[in-house]
């Protein structure tokens, strides 16, 4: 009787330990390495790691502004990456910011002109956006700051979404409820959204060149022709008038002879001076050799065809003249300052 006894006390415990009881599973998280973009998170509380920190920023670059209305968080970031990414952010699920800012092609657009969510071709070319964080005014006229500011008007714009809609539709997955829960302690919210995509935007930087690493002592990291490139660029070519270190814009508006001023009078729509009429932003040369097309229309596809231009006399301006060896110097030198 005894051994009766004992035979089935234990296939009971082999019966229950079979039948998946939660003493004997293995709890998984989901986190945003494992989890994709728009995908619902199961049933169920998340819980998050840490989110891992913010990197500092690169050589060659000054330290990183983070606003004291909305200073950059490591928990901010990671969410403001997730988002990045989500075409969820689109009123018709279909457009995500890295549609027209993306991370293979130097966080810029690769046709001249993008459309917006509801077909419509844009009047200008989507700029890239390493080291936006450190402009002072945005977009091509610079009528837009901060960057909050920006990235509210290209997501009501651009993507055509209504952002306490998208918020609520956000707040149904569990995993970005874990996010915002993280970041802001709250429930998703149009504003945290657009602060978490700020956020992510300010991490998005340019630096450590081989520009970068040559002035920092590295004497291998460029050859000679970077090094009388370099010269040229601020010398006899004039680029580092308009286009000084450490970001290399100097963050003014000109005419240069680019577009049809008629048809996209530029800072003029700013300031309403007929001085401004054709004038735009002096775009950073940092990361600029995998941003192209170029200007402000993205009417020079390759960096040659901007040099040239330059050299050929902008806007009245007189020639440059360069020798073909100079000019291959020159061009070497601003392809050094893409990491």
């Known amino acids: 009787m005894r051994r009766a006894a004992l035979l089935l006390a ?18 998984t998280t989901p986190t945003p390495e494992t989890a994709q973009a728009g995908d619902a998170a199961p049933a169920g509380e998340v819980q998050l790691p840490p989110a891992p920190p913010v990197a500092r920023a690169p050589l060659g670059l000054p330290a990183t502004p983070s606003p004291s209305y909305n200073p950059t968080t490591p928990a901010k970031v990671a969410l403001g990456r997730k988002l990045f990414f989500d075409v969820q952010l689109s009123a018709a699920g279909t457009m995500a910011c890295a549609h027209c800012h993306d991370p293979q ?34 977009y091509w006229d610079g009528r837009v700051k901060p960057l909050e500011a920006l990235i509210l008007a290209n997501w009501k714009g651009q993507m055509g979404a209504n952002p306490d809609a998208i918020a609520r539709r956000l707040g149904e ?11 802001f302690d709250s429930a998703p919210t149009g504003d945290h959204t657009v602060e978490a995509l700020a956020a992510f935007v300010r991490t998005i930087r340019s630096g450590d060149a081989p520009w970068d690493r040559y002035e920092n002592g590295d004497r291998n990291a460029v050859g000679p022709d970077v090094v009388a490139g370099a010269a040229l660029f601020r010398g006899k070519a004039q680029c580092g008038v308009c286009h000084p270190p450490p ?5 003014q508006y000109y005419a240069v002879g680019v577009g049809d001023p008629a048809r996209d009078p530029g800072r003029m729509i700013v300031t309403g001076s ?8 002096t775009p950073t040369l940092r990361g600029a050799a995998e941003s192209g097309p170029y200007f402000h229309d993205g009417s020079a596809p390759t960096l040659e065809a901007v040099v040239d231009h330059f050299l050929g ?8 003249v360069l020798t073909p060896d100079e000019r291959a110097q020159l061009l070497a030198f601003v392809r050094a300052l893409t990491p």
């Not at 509801?118 to 964080?133: D, F």
């Not at 007929?274 to 932003?281: I, K, L, S």
């Open 313 to 320: 006399g902008a806007s009245g301006r007189e020639p440059i």
């Open 274 to 281: 007929q001085a401004d009429r054709g004038a735009f932003r």
């Open 247 to 251: 970001m290399y814009t100097d963050q």
């Open 105 to 138: 092609h130097g966080w810029g657009d690769p046709r001249r002109l993008s459309e917006t969510a509801g077909g419509k071709l844009n009047l200008r070319h989507a700029p890239a956006l390493a080291n936006v964080a450190y402009a002072h005014e945005l």
């Open 10 to 27: 234990l296939l009971a415990a082999c019966s229950s330990k079979s039948s998946g009881g939660d003493d004997h599973q293995p709890k």
């Open 173 to 183: 997955d569990r995993l970005y409820e874990a996010h915002f829960r993280r970041a």
